[in-house]
């Protein structure tokens, strides 16, 4: 009950932190993408919103990148590695997995969504959670 507590609260404050903006007057980095869209231009009836914002996203998430996911996890736990207290520790465990930042959120997104995703993650802390630690 504990573990399960800790980490919904670990993958809120990872969306916390990948939603702040930028404290420091300095203007997000260029990513190469184009800015998005207004939602209020949107033409009338036009119901699209970008996933993340209310709508369920269809993201397929394979297996290995399930495990994948709960490995920085366990690994960012392990290493003490709080999300909110030291972001870029949290990023560098990402990166150093076969996971880009994008696909982490956006497999985090998949999860709160899924009950069954939830699930599967859960077996697989317990799975993976000796070879970690």
Known sequence: MLKNLFISLFLFSFIGIA???????MPPPDDGQPPLEDPQAQEPGGMEQEPGLGQEMDADVADDEL??????ILKAERDQ???QMDPEGFTEVIEDSELDTDRFEEIN????QDPELQQELQQLFAELQEDIY
């Open 19 to 25: 939603c702040e903006e930028r404290d420091d007057g």
């Open 81 to 83: 590695i709080d999300p």
């Open 109 to 112: 997104f998949a999860v709160q």
């Open 67 to 72: 495990e994948e996911f709960a490995t920085v």
